[in-house]
């Protein structure tokens, strides 16, 4: 009887729809806007962490969406002038209560739990060989915070049973998002107007960047422990019939509010923390990646090789001796700290996203002859003379008889001085002798190695003496 009960309530209420627009916008936005969830490891179908976290950055939108379509569903018996009605049938307040609450919350999950199974699946059939639970977590937590949402709206409106109270609603949790968000997702520096722990409230993350990070579990059992009460809260307003059990409502939100504050960390770093399963460190010889990158080892390994040869022939006793993909965090814009030992591999770079073959062999003896001690990448930008120096020497390492960039020269003002400037500095060096090109190398890595940007624009340009 419930069962036939509940299939009615599906097909008759709004509650379908609100796990519509969480699956339909949820896709609309990954597969319509070609957006950074895209690009680099840390992209939405790359792993499954991150697979989950940009998932979960959505309920930035969805959540206080769905508190708002929970109120209008809980408005259902108000217009309608039933519920008067209703209170006088035998059936109990709590039982009439989880019929809508069950059909809201079957939506939210089947919409949600598509849109993870969307992305799992694109992670599967991807090029990662890294599986780990810990994204579950996440995705649990999240399903959890739209039935929560849902079912407290759904309750409050029940309680205050006014057309205002779906679009007040949806303002004051929106309000309440955009406030908690504003936090430092490198889980380096704790940023924003709201304490940390009082952000994390809300069970929106920031913009997932690096494929390593990950949310820690005094997180998940904080944030569960909140929702918990607020989907109590909703329920018991929900099936109240008396002024007393309205009030009596509120104190699982407020016990589980200061319960999670009491477990959630003060700190973000401490929020955001490293996989450490994830960024183990696997190697082939004297090259190694991470767990979660394994899958480029072998191609990695094969090129890593061949460079290191280069660099030996080039550079003697100073060749850097082994090839690591750089697992340590850093904020946006923060130099890379750089060893003349190691060859430093970042695959969100762009010299490394999607190089093989004779490319990668190429990014991996630039690294090593003139590391970029700055950000390359799509999430951070950077120069272009950064890579026209690194062009440079390259083709002076394997000899080529002209210069040949390591990527595309762009089209803007900007990057055709800068390459003008390297097709000079490049007929200057192939015409002094052997002796004064070694220095110019020398110099080049030194200024490299210093994060010095200026000493390499005076290379570049020819105003550093040679």
């Keep these: 009887m419930n069962g036939r009960v509940l299939r009615i309530e599906l097909r008759r209420s709004v509650a379908p729809w609100a796990g519509v627009v ?4 949820s896709l609309a ?14 992209g939405w179908t790359a792993q499954w962490t991150a697979m989950a976290m940009w998932t979960r950055y959505l309920l930035a939108f969805w959540w206080p969406l769905v508190v708002g379509m929970g109120a209008v569903y809980g408005l259902r018996e108000s217009r309608s002038r039933t519920a008067e009605l209703l209170t006088t049938t035998p059936l109990p307040a709590w039982r009439r209560a989880a019929l809508p609450t069950g059909a809201m919350a079957l939506a939210l999950v089947s919409g949600f739990g598509l849109v993870v199974l969307v992305g799992g699946v694109q992670v599967a059939l991807g090029r990662t060989t890294y599986t780990s639970l810990g994204w579950l977590p996440i995705s649990l937590v999240a399903a959890l915070a739209l039935v929560a949402g849902a079912v407290f709206g759904m309750g409050v409106a029940r309680a205050l049973p006014s057309v205002l109270t779906p679009p ?34 809300s069970p929106t ?11 820690s579990g005094r997180v998940h059992l904080g944030q569960t422990l909140w929702l918990l009460g607020l989907l109590a809260t909703g329920f018991v307003l929900l099936s109240a019939v008396t ?21 959630l960390p003060a700190a973000a770093r401490d929020t955001y923390v490293v996989d450490k399963a994830a960024a183990a460190l696997v190697c082939d010889g004297p090259v190694c990646v991470t767990q979660a990158n394994r899958s480029r080892l072998p191609e990695l390994a094969l090129r890593g090789t061949e460079a290191l040869r280069v660099l030996r022939d080039v550079l003697g006793e100073q060749a850097p001796h082994s090839v690591r993909e750089d697992n340590r965090l850093r904020a946006l814009g923060e130099d890379r700290e750089l060893s003349p030992d190691v060859v430093l591999v970042d695959f969100d770079e762009r010299l490394f996203a999607d190089a093989t073959g004779e490319v990668l062999t190429r990014a991996l003896i630039s690294q090593g002859l003139a590391p970029n001690c700055h950000g390359y990448s799509d999430r951070e930008g950077g120069g272009s003379e950064d890579v026209a120096l690194q062009s440079i020497a390259v083709s002076w390492a394997l000899h080529d008889s002209q210069l040949r960039p390591l990527q595309e020269k762009g089209a803007d003002v900007y990057s055709q001085k800068t390459w003008a400037d390297a097709d000079a500095a490049w007929q200057k060096l192939m015409a002094v002798s052997p ?32």
């Design 168 to 201: 007040t609603l949806v303002v004051l949790f929106l309000m309440m998002t955009g406030l908690l968000l504003r936090q430092d997702g490198s889980g380096e520096l704790p940023s924003g107007i709201a304490p940390n722990r009082l952000a994390q409230l």
């Design 243 to 263: 002024r007393r059990a309205r009030l009596l409502g509120v104190v699982p939100v407020l016990a589980g509010a200061a319960l999670a504050l009491l477990v």
């Design 435 to 466: 002796a004064e090109q070694r220095s110019w190398i020398a110099q080049l890595r030194a200024a490299t190695f210093s994060c010095s940007r200026h000493g390499q624009r005076l290379l570049l340009t020819g105003e550093a003496s040679r």
């Design 29 to 42: 936005v990954f597969f319509l806007i070609d957006g950074i969830w895209w690009k680099g490891t840390a």
């Design 205 to 215: 993350v920031v913009e997932p960047r690096e494929m390593l990070l990950t949310l």
């Design 22 to 25: 969480v699956l339909g916008g």
